[in-house]
């Protein structure tokens, strides 16, 4: 089975930066997409970004978009989310995810990595 490992989260003021990686283990090909969600508390998982299997597209959510940059790195087999001008409202355990070519769902979750922003 493919399995995905969250890293790089932490605590950070607001303002500041934060890296998180992905790696990915497993079969895949090059056409698995990948996506970071997000969850805070008391809140229900939501879709932060998005990247093809090659890397050339990508998509964000509204709430990130210019701040965030998700990239690639397929001979290492790692994904990355860039984070900057971090919000307190950022706040939450991000969630690595991956799903193949033809596959509705992603299926493929990390156990995820959590990220603090304070005021």
Known sequence: QVQLVESGGGLVQAGGSLRLSCVVSGR?????RMAWF??????????????????GMSSYADSVKGRFTFS????????????????????????CAGRPL?????????????????S
């Open 72 to 95: 690639r790195d397929n001979a290492k087999n790692t994904a990355y989310l860039q984070m900057n001008s971090l919000k307190p409202e950022d706040t939450a355990v991000y969630y």
């Open 28 to 32: 895949t090909s090059s056409f698995y």
């Open 102 to 118: 033809g596959v509705k769902e992603f299926k493929d979750w990390g156990q995820g990595t959590q990220v603090t922003v304070s």
């Open 38 to 55: 997000r969850q805070a508390p008391g809140k229900e998982r939501e879709f932060v970004a998005g990247v093809s299997g090659s890397g």
